[in-house]
């Protein structure tokens, strides 16, 4: 079997070379299913510096450069590559109801204009490159007393998909305003909207109308490469495994912990913020629900913390569909965005990694699935909301 595979791999690593216009990047790129049965299996893919992007039962999927394929090689996990022609590398028309930078600040300012007394839109820091990034408040708008919940999203550039959740359920709530249930919801919270933390990744995925796949920031490395990997660049437990100290790995970590304007961005707004009792961290894909830890295979020692994220990604799996583990389940990753704010902060806080399942359900561009996705994540955003009014500052904080 595994020398089927690897003389399909030969034949399509011939074949599959993009020179045509639907080059991805100056790059060439592969799209590869690589059996991993487990996650020690998964850690040790992942270990290679890629980025693992869709899980399967037996398999991961990711997409590669040739450097990494030829890593791949090294280990003894059997792979086969996928159609990448499959997937849509073109900006299409089909696609326009995403919001590219400039109509999504429109339209939260939009948002603004419309509800004035229930909302606050501000810059709360500058990408690497000065784009703005910004923070729309829900609720009343008294002074910060309120149980606090954050919501983000794009801290990969290419997941756009997670720009939208956040930003429609801004609209939802809004638009709903006036409801008994989320009328109560937006007397009694803080609710901190950050539709896109990483805007200069975002924008240069889909730069001149095609899609790069682009995961990163855009910082100039030293080597002369670009990007770093927002959710490696947190500072707890920084620099194990699950990141690499390669720049032009996937999931580089950056040369220090909160090397990068957009970790520290967000790591100042929520230091400042000390209300914020659960933070919700959108990513795509895969259909997952996951909590701490990602930097170890053991769990929250807190048992109490421990039930607390349990029960909480439970009710909010049920609701959505996805699956709910922690995170190392998967493979582990270090410096991620919810290892550290639970770790240094004491937040309850997940990655959700929306729809689609896979990367045969379209992967990181799967079209306008937008409603749907909105309208499968809408009531486990109102449940965390309502949530954040009842768990109480961790017993972890240190
Ligand atoms: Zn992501």
Redesign the pocket.
Known sequence: MNKIIYSLTLFFLLSLVFMNSHAVTEKVLYSVRIEAKNKFERTKIMNLGIALDGIGENYVESVITKEELHNLKEISSPFEILNLDSFTLDFPPKDARYHNYQELIDALKGLHEEYPELTELKSIGKSVNGTDIWVLKIGSQEENLKPGIVFMGG??AR?HL?IEVPFYLATYLLSQSQTPKIKTLLESRDIWIIPVVNPDGTEYDIENGKYKLW?KNRTHNEDGSFGVDL?RNYGYQWGREGSSQFPRSETYRGPEAFSEPETRTIRDFVISHPHIKVLISY??FSELILYPWGYTYDSIQNQTDLSIFENMAGAMSKMTGYKAEQSSDLYLVSGDTTDWAYGERGIYAFTF?LSPKSMGGGGFYPGDIIDKTVDDNIEAALYAIERAGHVGLSLYLH
């Open positions: 801290h990969h997941e997670s995961r959710n990513h795509t990694e």
